[in-house]
């Protein structure tokens, strides 16, 4: 499959590797340096819209601000779309500042928030001043990525989507309801009539840093009664209102200064609407100090640090009526990158401490040794299969072999893995207990260890630059999703070499923001963030992984439990059953329903990730990692 353009009076090839991201829109193409951006279906007036944006804003918006440089037209001239920058590789969507586990593997802090924030800030009042209103303003359109140099700021960002902004008589036809104002809910179709506004790109600033500062969202937390997020917002109910149970893996509110607060209640509270004061920021950061004991950045003027002056998130070590049996099996002042279940029921992790890297060993009575691995920055990925480490160094396609048997452990093989067109250039691989599984030329290729050689075959076919990977934690079995323009295809290879397909069901419109796959023995759990005219949702496929059928789907709004708001791999496949770590505890889903398994409340949080284990169920925060049993 092939697609021919025309771009200022050249022809050009687009081939299905070259898609970075296909959305409820259009599909985004990478092409040389630049992107283009082709609509499924060019709406009435856009092809007008872009000639006005051309004519009144091209080399006048910032030059972060990725938006149309020129026409992409068909032989007959028609809009097919437009032309813009590329994203700088590494870039990242800013939802993920927002996550607890993300903000520890990154050592993020408000340090290096406020600056990128302080640019945000800059470029939204340019746009404002060129008579641009964002619109649909929020943390998937806006990406950021390294950019420390010489003393400058560690973070810079990227604002996508800029086609959909609103100007002159031309509306911004789409948004996203987490950070849509709440005085325009009523809003039925935002293509109608231009209905945003300063105020409103302003209000969605705000949710941003709210979101990136305490990790949670400005409505976020949970009421006995208004139980969604647009039910909060309509009521003014703020995770600081005292009858909001405020996140448990959300940064302190004391960590925000005074008059940050007072802010935060004036506008989520009483619904005010002032442009926001970039004065707040600077007082902020010239205001800042770092604790020494749990690295958190909070104001000057208070008389602690808010993060130690809380509880710790520490379960009970066993629960009233001995429903369950929970055992600490490590704890670490750094955070854990990797964790797997052996055959012979020991548990191996990954951990970073300071610049230190180490590998656990553990079993279920606790941890029993450790060994130094090597020094270097954040951002490195793990997989583990026998005795064998694979180590992926953060952006890189790299994948260095360490046989962990010998101490210090030794270099077995240097490979490399395609990654994944629109990613952050990291390689795409997966291990199994057996076998480690990468994507080289076009070919999924399965390695193991022979005779102390490493030796690998081609398994199946794979589509270059388009293929994602999972592996299960407890048997050889690898699974996939590649990507063909806007079609997904699920595919898994089971123990007995045994591949299947199967179709991802998606609607019309809809985008993929995030995808993740558990294998398992007898079934498949897929999980998708998706997005489609502005309302975000999570959906969740259960495949029969033997007769290759889809037994069970499930769909969830953002700002929901079972969404997840962290990353889509923290959930856990047991059986037919669906595991995910909540607030209130481990809710299980499977198509029998949906259940809380009891005893749980004191044990997990949203922000932990779950791993069964033959003993029971693995709960692993950034710092600890427990076994509960029952």
Same mark, same amino acid.
Request: some cysteine; hydrophobic content about 40%; aromatic content about 8%.
């Given at each position: 499959?092939?697609?021919?353009?025309?771009?200022?009076?050249?022809? $050009?090839?687009?081939?299905?590797?070259?898609?970075?991201?296909?959305?409820?829109?259009?599909?985004?193409?990478?092409?040389?340096?630049?992107?283009?951006?082709?609509? $499924?279906?060019?709406?009435?007036?856009?092809?007008?819209?872009?000639?006005?944006?051309?004519?009144?804003?091209?080399?006048?918006?910032?030059?972060?601000?990725?938006?149309?440089?020129?026409?992409?037209?068909?032989?007959?001239?028609?809009?097919?779309?437009?032309?813009?920058?590329?994203?700088?590789?590494?870039?990242?969507?800013?939802?993920?500042?927002?996550?607890?586990?993300?903000?520890?593997?990154?050592?993020?802090?408000?340090?290096?928030?406020?600056?990128?924030?302080?640019?945000?800030?800059?470029?939204?009042?340019?746009?404002?001043?060129?008579?641009?209103?964002?619109?649909?303003?929020?943390?998937?359109?806006?990406?950021?990525?390294?950019?420390?140099?010489?003393?400058?700021?560690?973070?810079?960002?990227?604002?996508?989507?800029?086609?959909?902004?609103?100007?002159?008589?031309?509306?911004?036809?789409?948004?996203?309801?987490?950070?849509?104002?709440?005085?325009?809910?009523?809003?039925?179709?935002?293509?109608?009539?231009?209905?945003?506004?300063?105020?409103?790109?302003?209000?969605?600033?705000?949710?941003?840093?709210?979101?990136?500062?305490?990790?949670? $969202?400005?409505?976020?937390?949970?009421?006995?009664?208004?139980?969604?997020?647009?039910?909060?917002?309509?009521?003014?109910?703020?995770?600081?209102?005292?009858?909001?149970?405020?996140?448990?893996?959300?940064?302190?509110?004391?960590?925000?200064?005074?008059?940050?607060?007072?802010?935060?209640?004036?506008?989520?509270?009483?619904?005010?609407?002032?442009?926001?004061?970039?004065?707040?920021?600077?007082?902020?950061?010239?205001?800042?100090?770092?604790?020494?004991?749990?690295?958190?950045?909070?104001?000057?003027?208070?008389?602690?640090?808010?993060?130690?002056?809380?509880?710790?998130?520490?379960?009970?070590?066993?629960?009233?009526?001995?429903?369950?049996?929970?055992?600490?099996?490590?704890?670490?002042?750094?955070?854990?990158?990797?964790?797997?279940?052996?055959?012979?029921?020991?548990?191996?992790?990954?951990?970073?401490?300071?610049?230190?890297?180490?590998?656990?060993?553990?079993?279920?009575?606790?941890?029993?040794?450790?060994?130094?691995?090597?020094?270097?920055?954040?951002?490195?990925?793990?997989?583990?299969?026998?005795?064998?480490?694979?180590?992926?160094?953060?952006?890189?396609?790299?994948?260095?072999?360490?046989?962990?048997?010998?101490?210090?452990?030794?270099?077995?093989?240097?490979?490399?893995?395609?990654?994944?067109?629109?990613?952050?250039?990291?390689?795409?691989?997966?291990?199994?207990?057996?076998?480690?599984?990468?994507?080289?030329?076009?070919?999924?290729?399965?390695?193991?260890?022979?005779?102390?050689?490493?030796?690998?075959?081609?398994?199946?076919?794979?589509?270059?630059?388009?293929?994602?990977?999972?592996?299960?934690?407890?048997?050889?079995?690898?699974?996939?999703?590649?990507?063909?323009?806007?079609?997904?295809?699920?595919?898994?290879?089971?123990?007995?070499?045994?591949?299947?397909?199967?179709?991802?069901?998606?609607?019309?419109?809809?985008?993929?923001?995030?995808? $993740?796959?558990?294998?398992?023995?007898?079934?498949?759990?897929?999980?998708?963030?998706?997005?489609?005219?502005?309302?975000?949702?999570?959906?969740?496929?259960?495949?029969?992984?033997?007769?290759?059928?889809?037994?069970?789907?499930?769909?969830?709004?953002?700002?929901?439990?079972?969404?997840?708001?962290?990353?889509?791999?923290?959930?856990?496949?047991?059986?037919?059953?669906?595991?995910?770590?909540?607030?209130?505890?481990?809710?299980?889903?499977?198509?029998?329903?949906?259940?809380?398994?009891?005893?749980?409340?004191?044990?997990?949080?949203?922000?932990?990730?779950?791993?069964?284990?033959?003993?029971?169920?693995?709960?692993?925060?950034?710092?600890?990692?427990?076994?509960?049993?029952?």
């Amino acid at each position: 499959m092939k697609m021919q353009i025309l771009l200022q009076h050249k022809t $050009h090839t687009l081939h299905p590797r070259q898609l970075i991201q296909s959305g409820g829109e259009g599909m985004v193409f990478s092409l040389g340096r630049d992107a283009v951006k082709i609509y $499924h279906q060019p709406r009435p007036g856009q092809a007008a819209k872009l000639r006005a944006w051309l004519a009144r804003f091209a080399g006048r918006v910032p030059p972060n601000v990725l938006g149309p440089t020129a026409l992409v037209t068909n032989r007959s001239g028609a809009v097919l779309g437009f032309q813009m920058a590329r994203l700088p590789a590494g870039s990242l969507p800013l939802r993920q500042l927002a996550g607890p586990k993300y903000a520890q593997q990154s050592g993020l802090t408000a340090a290096d928030v406020i600056p990128l924030f302080q640019q945000l800030h800059q470029t939204l009042s340019v746009l404002h001043q060129l008579g641009l209103v964002v619109g649909d303003l929020n943390d998937q359109n806006i990406h950021f990525h390294p950019a420390g140099q010489g003393g400058g700021p560690a973070l810079a960002a990227c604002w996508l989507d800029v086609d959909s902004y609103q100007f002159e008589q031309f509306p911004c036809p789409v948004a996203l309801e987490s950070c849509l104002d709440p005085h325009l809910y009523h809003v039925t179709d935002f293509g109608a009539r231009p209905v945003f506004s300063p105020a409103s790109d302003w209000y969605a600033y705000f949710v941003l840093l709210v979101k990136a500062l305490l990790l949670a $969202h400005p409505y976020g937390g949970v009421h006995h009664q208004a139980k969604s997020l647009a039910a909060r917002a309509t009521a003014g109910l703020t995770i600081l209102d005292p009858a909001v149970t405020y996140p448990k893996l959300a940064r302190p509110a004391a960590s925000l200064p005074d008059d940050l607060l007072h802010h935060l209640h004036q506008v989520f509270g009483l619904g005010q609407r002032p442009p926001f004061p970039r004065q707040l920021l600077d007082d902020f950061a010239a205001a800042l100090v770092t604790c020494s004991r749990c690295g958190l950045a909070y104001p000057a003027g208070r008389s602690g640090c808010p993060g130690c002056h809380q509880l710790p998130l520490q379960p009970k070590l066993a629960q009233p009526g001995g429903q369950l049996q929970v055992r600490l099996l490590a704890q670490t002042g750094g955070h854990f990158l990797l964790l797997a279940a052996q055959p012979d029921r020991r548990i191996v992790g990954v951990v970073r401490e300071g610049a230190q890297y180490s590998l656990l060993r553990l079993g279920v009575g606790g941890l029993f040794d450790r060994q130094p691995l090597f020094s270097s920055q954040a951002g490195y990925r793990f997989g583990l299969f026998g005795h064998y480490l694979v180590v992926n160094p953060a952006g890189q396609s790299q994948l260095l072999l360490l046989d962990t048997s010998h101490d210090p452990p030794q270099r077995l093989a240097l490979l490399a893995s395609d990654p994944f067109q629109g990613g952050d250039g990291a390689a795409i691989f997966a291990t199994s207990p057996l076998a480690l599984y990468r994507l080289a030329s076009g070919a999924l290729l399965r390695g193991s260890v022979r005779g102390g050689l490493y030796a690998e075959e081609v398994v199946a076919t794979a589509h270059q630059q388009q293929t994602l990977l999972w592996a299960a934690p407890e048997a050889d079995i690898v699974a996939g999703i590649y990507r063909i323009f806007g079609d997904y295809t699920l595919f898994w290879r089971d123990e007995a070499g045994v591949t299947r397909e199967l179709p991802l069901p998606l609607a019309g419109g809809e985008s993929v923001q995030e995808l $993740h796959v558990v294998p398992g023995r007898t079934h498949l759990a897929v999980l998708a963030h998706l997005k489609q005219a502005g309302r975000a949702y999570s959906r969740y496929w259960l495949v029969d992984a033997v007769s290759g059928h889809l037994a069970f789907q499930a769909q969830h709004p953002a700002g929901s439990e079972l969404y997840g708001s962290g990353s889509l791999g923290q959930k856990a496949l047991w059986g037919s059953t669906l595991l995910h770590p909540t607030d209130a505890g481990v809710l299980k889903e499977s198509p029998a329903g949906q259940t809380l398994l009891p005893g749980t409340a004191d044990v997990v949080t949203a922000g932990d990730t779950l791993l069964p284990h033959p003993a029971g169920l693995l709960v692993q925060r950034p710092g600890r990692v427990y076994l509960v049993t029952a």
